[in-house]
């Protein structure tokens, strides 16, 4: 049960805000862009550590990780797009073609099962503090930079797209 409250406050938090950042007359996903640079993505991850902290206690837990990949991957595929938090704006990146619009059951548990796997691997179990936290989300960032430019576009960006939004092998 307390899996299921995590998920649900980690989809509330992040949802409101994405919706509580963005300009009233714009798109609240943010403008969308088209290139993201590791500086952008290391204030993402020091913004989204707090949202996806739901106890407040400073680190990560299994439990919130878990949760917090399975609901980035539902909402990547409902709303076709993931928002970055630079700090002082929000700005999205769109689904790449072939990205399904849905986690289905199966993917789901397997989504879980992955990051249940890839927690233990990065921490040996003991959680994610801000620190680690910010490493770990550039290490993602890295893994799609193909050409070491600190900036993820075209392809790379599309492939970073899928990872998130479990829409690849490439998480396992």
Known sequence: MSKYFTALGIAVVTFSSAATLANVDGDAFGEETHSVSRQMMEMDAIQSFGRIDIDRNGVIDMDEFRAQAVVYAELARLNRKISVDTGDTLISISAPRGVADR??????????????????????????????????????????????????????????????????????
């Open 103 to 172: 986690v289905d059951p199966t993917e789901r548990a397997a989504i879980d099962a992955i990051a249940r796997r890839r927690f233990h691997l990065e921490t040996e179990g003991t959680g994610f503090d801000r620190q680690a936290w910010a490493k770990y989300r550039l290490a993602r960032f890295e893994e799609f930079d193909n050409n070491d430019d600190d900036i993820l576009s075209g392809a790379e960006l599309a492939g970073f797209y899928r990872a998130v939004s479990f829409s690849t092998s490439s998480n396992i």
